[in-house]
């Protein structure tokens, strides 16, 4: 049964409960159609409260249309300013990207792989307020960045920002200079069996003006303690190291190379604008910012990346670095600047070089300024002790015992290794109290100045010749080698007595062969002199040498992969000679892998005489004797001359005997 209860709100008036929906529904209808306006005037004087952008927004759309406008995203100094390279342009590039491996070197998660991403994140970053640490800002840390877009860009709402970091090392106002500074092949070690590169900014300024405590860059691996040798070299090669720049004052350095390791600097000043200096000083600022790269012995080494810092003072596309390159080694970059021509310029871009000797050339000089009796003095004081009290010594000439002394003093410095012993204290302390009682000496005219690396051979080598072989009958040979320098070479700026030599191809073209005959990954000598006589300046010669070559000169397609090397000695008659004897260590095999290895000895005798400046004869001969694998018992012996017709061309004439004799005539291009 169905009640009425339920349908009435209010039972004494019986008003139907439906009726009352209808009018709430009704009202409230009327209500939101009344309030809508309202509210809609309300949003709409919300929104036209504010603009619908900020300022900055809108300085960042301008920007960025005028970025578009003149495609600065794939700008050649933008890209260099990244450091991007295209496909092969660089070791290990497989697609266009930085060489960077530092993500705190992007602003844009993108930027590694995306310049145009890196631009707008950088544009973003440069119009940001500074914070607390103004050296953090966009515009401190990335310098060279700030100033290229400010040239591009209309930046000059933007408030200047003050970068105390940056110009305390800077110091543009005081800065007068940029010189390149090459360091002499270092054999004992191979990373730098080329040589190495420093940058050095100079000065002006009263404090840090002097040359040795002048700001200098360097770029080098970050080694891991404890690597032996063989995970060295594997990191090297294949870039298991990082690489970075770092910053010291050059006394460092100088105490490193010159002290320490006996290597020669030549420092080279760079003819930069100020313009030019200025984009340099900005990027190796914001490399220094902790930036890593990958590390690799042949290619991207110190010279490489000084060489790109270097290209950095031109806002175009001009770069000192080959484009595909497979090796880079520090004397080709100085060679490439004394050749690079930009634009009209009235000087050319490397200056005259400065010697910096190092610890043990200076010894020599100051022994050779030395009369006979001083030399003698000067042993006997090195050799017997307390001879500096006795009669013989104090009855000498009083500017003799000055000389005497300060060679002495530069002997001792040469000898020490790390700290002094208290002895050697000791003896420095009587030897310094004597000095200060002696007269000061005028300055004598130094001794005579080696020649400059760049007065050298360049580093790369082309070779076109004509053979002759008693067994086989005449053929044409082209060759060339990667670097650096052989012994019978013209030795001007080189080390001397020395040959690095790697990637050294020889091919030989007769009518029905082309065959490689020699295949030399890497020859390295030392032959160690004591020019000044006095003991201590002293060394052991050695060399090392591998290569796939034939097994004689009789055949062609017997190759076999040789290893040698050994130590010797070395002594010099006339000064342009030299004569040597060693003992080598050999080991070989043949090209077929089920021969056995043959291992033994191979004394050698040789001598090099250079009866003029361009003409130089080598002759050497040493016999085979296997002791472990097959019986190989032979003679091996050669001569070589070479006549230098200019700085970069050269022709040898070379006969070599193997089982037969062949000869050579072969002209060399240096480039």
């Given at each position: 049964?169905?009640?009425?209860?339920?349908?009435?709100?209010?039972?004494?008036?019986?008003?139907?409960?439906?009726?009352?929906?209808?009018?709430?529904?009704?009202?409230?209808?009327?209500?939101?159609?009344?309030?809508?306006?309202?509210?809609?005037?309300?949003?709409?004087?919300?929104?036209?409260?504010?603009?619908?952008?900020?300022?900055?927004?809108?300085?960042?759309?301008?920007?960025?249309?005028?970025?578009?406008?003149?495609?600065?995203?794939?700008?050649?100094?933008?890209?260099?300013?990244?450091?991007?390279?295209?496909?092969?342009?660089?070791?290990?590039?497989?697609?266009?990207?930085?060489?960077?491996?530092?993500?705190?070197?992007?602003?844009?998660?993108?930027?590694?792989?995306?310049?145009?991403?890196?631009?707008?994140?950088?544009?973003?970053?440069?119009?940001?307020?500074?914070?607390?640490?103004?050296?953090?800002?966009?515009?401190?840390?990335?310098?060279?960045?700030?100033?290229?877009?400010?040239?591009?860009?209309?930046?000059?709402?933007?408030?200047?920002?003050?970068?105390?970091?940056?110009?305390?090392?800077?110091?543009?106002?005081?800065?007068?200079?940029?010189?390149?500074?090459?360091?002499?092949?270092?054999?004992?070690?191979?990373?730098?069996?080329?040589?190495?590169?420093?940058?050095?900014?100079?000065?002006?300024?009263?404090?840090?003006?002097?040359?040795?405590?002048?700001?200098?860059?360097?770029?080098?691996?970050?080694?891991?303690?404890?690597?032996?040798?063989f995970m060295y070299a594997l990191n090297g090669l294949f870039g298991g190291y990082e690489g970075s720049f770092t910053d010291e004052r050059f006394y460092n350095y100088n105490h490193i190379y010159g002290e320490n390791e006996l290597r020669d600097l030549w420092e080279y000043p760079l003819?930069?604008?100020?313009?030019?200096?200025?984009?340099?000083?900005?990027?190796?600022?914001?490399?220094?910012?902790?930036?890593?790269?990958?590390?690799?012995?042949?290619?991207?080494?110190?010279?490489?990346?000084?060489?790109?810092?270097?290209?950095?003072?031109?806002?175009?596309?001009?770069?000192?670095?080959?484009?595909?390159?497979?090796?880079?080694?520090?004397?080709?970059?100085?060679?490439?600047?004394?050749?690079?021509?930009?634009?009209?310029?009235?000087?050319?871009?490397?200056?005259?070089?400065?010697?910096?000797?190092?610890?043990?050339?200076?010894?020599?000089?100051?022994?050779?300024?030395?009369?006979?009796?001083?030399?003698?003095?000067?042993?006997?004081?090195?050799?017997?002790?307390?001879?500096?009290?006795?009669?013989?010594?104090?009855?000498?000439?009083?500017?003799?015992?000055?000389?005497?002394?300060?060679?002495?003093?530069?002997?001792?410095?040469?000898?020490?290794?790390?700290?002094?012993?208290?002895?050697?204290?000791?003896?420095?302390?009587?030897?310094?109290?004597?000095?200060?009682?002696?007269?000061?000496?005028?300055?004598?005219?130094?001794?005579?100045?080696?020649?400059?690396?760049?007065?050298?051979?360049?580093?790369?080598r082309f070779r076109f010749g004509t053979i002759f072989n008693a067994s086989l009958g005449p053929a044409l040979e082209v060759g060339s080698w990667g670097n650096y320098h052989d012994l019978l070479g013209n030795e001007s700026g080189h080390l001397q007595n020395a040959e690095v030599v790697?990637?050294?191809?020889?091919?030989?073209?007769?009518?029905?062969?082309?065959?490689?005959?020699?295949?030399?990954?890497?020859?390295?000598?030392?032959?160690?002199?004591?020019?000044?006589?006095?003991?201590?300046?002293?060394?052991?010669?050695?060399?090392?040498?591998?290569?796939?070559?034939?097994?004689?000169?009789?055949?062609?397609?017997?190759?076999?992969?040789?290893?040698?090397?050994?130590?010797?000695?070395?002594?010099?008659?006339?000064?342009?000679?030299?004569?040597?004897?060693?003992?080598?260590?050999?080991?070989?095999?043949?090209?077929?892998?089920?021969?056995?290895?043959?291992?033994?000895?191979?004394?050698?005798?040789?001598?090099?005489?250079?009866?003029?400046?361009?003409?130089?004869?080598?002759?050497?001969?040493?016999?085979?004797?296997?002791?472990?694998?097959?019986?190989?018992?032979?003679?091996?012996?050669?001569?070589?001359?070479?006549?230098?017709?200019?700085?970069?061309?050269?022709?040898?004439?070379?006969?070599?005997?193997?089982?037969?004799?062949?000869?050579?005539?072969?002209?060399?291009?240096?480039?």
């Amino acid at each position: 049964m169905i009640t009425t209860e339920g349908l009435y709100a209010n039972k004494s008036n019986k008003i139907p409960v439906f009726t009352l929906k209808i009018f709430y529904l009704r009202s409230w209808l009327l209500f939101c159609l009344i309030l809508l306006p309202s509210v809609t005037l309300l949003q709409a004087g919300a929104d036209n409260s504010e603009p619908v952008q900020s300022s900055e927004s809108q300085l960042l759309l301008s920007l960025w249309e005028q970025a578009l406008e003149h495609q600065l995203s794939q700008h050649p100094y933008w890209l260099k300013l990244l450091h991007f390279y295209s496909f092969a342009e660089s070791v290990g590039q497989w697609s266009f990207k930085s060489d960077v491996e530092s993500s705190g070197f992007f602003l844009s998660a993108k930027g590694k792989t995306d310049p145009q991403a890196e631009l707008k994140a950088t544009i973003k970053a440069l119009l940001a307020p500074a914070g607390n640490d103004p050296n953090q800002h966009a515009r401190c840390k990335f310098v060279a960045r700030f100033n290229w877009l400010r040239s591009k860009l209309d930046l000059s709402v933007l408030p200047k920002q003050a970068c105390p970091l940056f110009e305390r090392w800077a110091n543009l106002e005081e800065a007068s200079g940029i010189s390149i500074v090459f360091v002499s092949a270092y054999l004992k070690n191979p990373a730098s069996i080329f040589g190495h590169l420093l940058i050095k900014f100079n000065s002006t300024n009263s404090l840090f003006g002097h040359s040795l405590l002048r700001p200098t860059l360097n770029y080098g691996a970050k080694i891991t303690p404890g690597d032996n040798p063989f995970m060295y070299a594997l990191n090297g090669l294949f870039g298991g190291y990082e690489g970075s720049f770092t910053d010291e004052r050059f006394y460092n350095y100088n105490h490193i190379y010159g002290e320490n390791e006996l290597r020669d600097l030549w420092e080279y000043p760079l003819n930069f604008t100020i313009q030019e200096r200025q984009r340099v000083t900005y990027h190796a600022w914001e490399l220094l910012q902790n930036i890593n790269f990958n590390y690799y012995f042949f290619l991207d080494n110190c010279a490489y990346r000084m060489a790109e810092l270097l290209a950095m003072a031109w806002d175009d596309a001009a770069r000192i670095n080959i484009s595909g390159a497979l090796w880079s080694v520090p004397l080709d970059v100085v060679f490439k600047l004394q050749k690079f021509n930009k634009g009209s310029r009235q000087q050319p871009l490397l200056g005259i070089p400065r010697l910096i000797p190092s610890r043990q050339r200076k010894l020599q000089q100051r022994v050779s300024q030395l009369s006979e009796l001083e030399q003698a003095q000067l042993k006997s004081l090195i050799e017997t002790t307390d001879y500096l009290d006795s009669e013989k010594f104090l009855s000498f000439p009083e500017k003799s015992q000055a000389r005497i002394v300060d060679a002495m003093l530069d002997y001792l410095q040469y000898e020490k290794k790390g700290k002094f012993t208290l002895h050697q204290q000791n003896e420095l302390n009587k030897l310094l109290l004597l000095r200060s009682s002696l007269p000061i000496l005028e300055t004598k005219a130094d001794a005579e100045v080696p020649q400059a690396p760049t007065e050298g051979n360049p580093p790369t080598r082309f070779r076109f010749g004509t053979i002759f072989n008693a067994s086989l009958g005449p053929a044409l040979e082209v060759g060339s080698w990667g670097n650096y320098h052989d012994l019978l070479g013209n030795e001007s700026g080189h080390l001397q007595n020395a040959e690095v030599v790697g990637l050294d191809l020889h091919l030989q073209i007769r009518e029905t062969s082309f065959e490689v005959t020699q295949f030399q990954l890497f020859n390295i000598q030392k032959y160690t002199l004591s020019p000044s006589g006095i003991p201590g300046d002293f060394d052991w010669s050695w060399r090392a040498r591998a290569a796939w070559e034939r097994e004689n000169y009789s055949c062609l397609a017997c190759r076999q992969f040789r290893m040698i090397g050994g130590f010797g000695a070395s002594i010099s008659l006339t000064g342009n000679d030299l004569e040597y004897a060693f003992v080598d260590l050999f080991g070989e095999t043949s090209t077929d892998l089920r021969s056995g290895v043959t291992l033994g000895y191979a004394p050698h005798l040789g001598v090099t005489w250079s009866p003029l400046d361009l003409w130089k004869i080598k002759l050497e001969g040493g016999l085979f004797k296997s002791v472990f694998g097959p019986k190989k018992d032979y003679f091996r012996g050669s001569f070589k001359q070479r006549l230098s017709l200019a700085q970069d061309w050269d022709i040898r004439l070379e006969m070599a005997q193997l089982e037969t004799v062949e000869g050579a005539i072969a002209l060399h291009y240096y480039w």
